[in-house]
């Protein structure tokens, strides 16, 4: 959720893949680890709370109070593409299938059984609960989620793409039976009816028009009600018609703090119940150090925000595999983790984040981390001394505090560990002029990050391996690859995509995923960097927090 940057769909028009590389990158700015807040905190004393709003709920209130830094620019589930609008939307919501809490399997919720799918793997027959009402009173049904359906693929929002280039049709076959027909098979399809923004919505209440959203507003039928929505406060009452589990809570009080320093603040000062998203490392490292003298309770959970280098293969030396393998020889994970994160990072191999069993650390075992002897053998294949020296440049959006850290992190490393050899020069750039050139071939490498729509292995490759035209030599003309700026055409890569999309067995899909990471150790279109981590900190009276494997924030379970 963890997506990123962009999922790069083929038939996505430019724009939808701007916005939404744009967006992830501007979130991971503010979402992430502000650590130019950090270096300030650190060399200052620490001011104190300005979110005057800010509190706990009242004693022996059963209410949760939340504290974050993360915004929500919108609540309509056609349209919501950002982390936090689709943690509240999966409180506020229900989908057809979810994830059995603490796992990554899949079961039903709005269903009442798994799929039934066509032998063809084109057609899926959905049975629907029957006991469900709205927060309005409308009786959810077949027809209803068709509604909710169409109008996520028909009104354009960020997210549309996920269901409108892989849904041909979809209708009520039945009062409580919902017929899908993909437009060709894709396996993880039952796994994508998990993102939060598949809900059911009253149609008397949004309506099917291209561009027509409702931001502040939510009527769904999960176990919360939106009691208020605001730039500054969001309020979730319960819910007393769920037809599930109630809420172990009597609602939740979300407070959301202009920063980090703020967010800090308030929850020592038990301000707040609970302080999620986002602390800076130096932050983190304090709570953790005094958790045990202030029972608080810290929740540390790996994520699936992956973050990797992209390398542009139009671009010479870039065209050179040498040279690509080069690079990668360079990078020094370790180093990045403990300089730059504090350890709150997790060192990456693949493209594939690590909490998968898939998981294959081939960049680890093919070039390790600072491996400068074998990134020296590398060049000098492929042209490179000190006589005639290599330059490597890396780009990354201005925004990102944590971005810049990296980059210099890079150059100190690698000019170190290769003097002479490689000069490393650091530019920048806005957020959407960056995003808007990558696809344009314009720079040679950037330093990028994806969050995932769902969870499934394919989310994380085949966004950035596949291409739908182009050949070896011309490269990737139309495409994902193209979209994520690396260009990278591979045949077999492309069969091997669409064999793991096609085919329903998980043990012949892993094998194929292995296949590809293999491949992608070898051609290095992309270098993976590091996983982020995530953590939650809680007051001693608080129970039930958790960070979901699949990423999510369950509010329902939290209890004092």
Known sequence: MLRATATFATLRK???????????RALQAMALFSLGLWLIVACSPTPPPEDSTAAAAPAGSGRVSVGTTLQARTLDPADAYEIFPGILLYNLGDRLYTYKPGTTDLAPQLATEMPEI????????????????????????????????????????????????KIAAVEATDEHE?????????????????????????????????????????????????????????????????WGDAPKNEGIDIQIFTSAANLYNTFRTEGIDVAYQTLDPDQIASLEREADSNDWTVIEAGTTVTNFMTLNQKIEPF??????????????????????????????????????????????????????????????EAGF???????????????????????????????????????????????????????????????????????DADTFIQPFMSCSEGSEAQLCVKGESQDSGSFYFSDRANKLLSEERGNPDPEARN??????????????????????????????????????????????????
């Open 14 to 24: 430019l724009w939808r893949t701007q916005f939404r590389r744009s967006r992830r």
């Open 118 to 165: 066509s032998a063809d793997g084109l057609t899926y027959t959905i049975p629907l609960r029957d006991d469900v009402v709205l927060h309005d009173g409308t009786p959810f049904d077949a027809e209803v989620m068709v509604f909710s359906i169409q109008r996520f693929m028909e009104n354009g929002g960020r997210p549309a793409f996920l269901l409108a280039d």
């Open 178 to 242: 919902l017929t899908i027909t993909l437009k060709e098979p894709f396996a993880a399809f039952t796994a994508l009816l998990t993102f939060w923004g598949v809900t059911p919505v009253p149609p008397d209440q949004y309506e099917i028009a291209s561009g027509s959203f409702n931001p502040d507003s939510f009527v769904g039928s999960g176990p919360y009600k939106l009691a208020s929505f605001s730039p500054d406060a969001i309020k979730l009452d319960v819910n007393p018609d769920y």
């Open 319 to 380: 065209d050179d595999v040498r040279v690509r393998q080069a690079v990668a020889a360079m990078i020094d994970r370790e180093l990045i983790n403990e300089r730059v994160f504090q350890g709150q990072a997790e060192p990456l191999y693949s493209l594939i984040p690590t909490s998968f069993d898939i998981y294959e650390p081939v960049f680890k075992q093919a070039y390790g981390d600072g491996n400068f002897e074998q990134a020296k053998e590398l060049l000098a």
């Open 385 to 455: 001394s000190e006589a005639n020296p290599f330059t490597l440049e890396i780009w990354y959006p201005s925004s990102s505090t944590t971005r810049s850290i990296v980059a210099t992190t890079l150059k100190e490393s690698i000019e170190q560990g290769l003097p002479g050899i490689v000069t490393v020069v650091l530019n920048s750039a806005e957020s959407a002029t960056i995003w808007e050139n990558v696809a344009k071939g314009v720079y040679p490498t950037v330093l990028a990050n994806w969050y995932p729509d769902y969870y």
């Open 511 to 560: 094998q194929v995923f292995k296949e590809l990471q293999t491949l992608l150790g070898e051609d290095v279109p992309y270098i993976p960097l590091w996983q982020n981590k995530d953590y939650v900190f809680a007051q001693g009276e608080v129970k039930g927090v958790e960070i979901q494997p699949s990423q999510q924030f369950l509010l329902w379970q939290i209890e004092k």
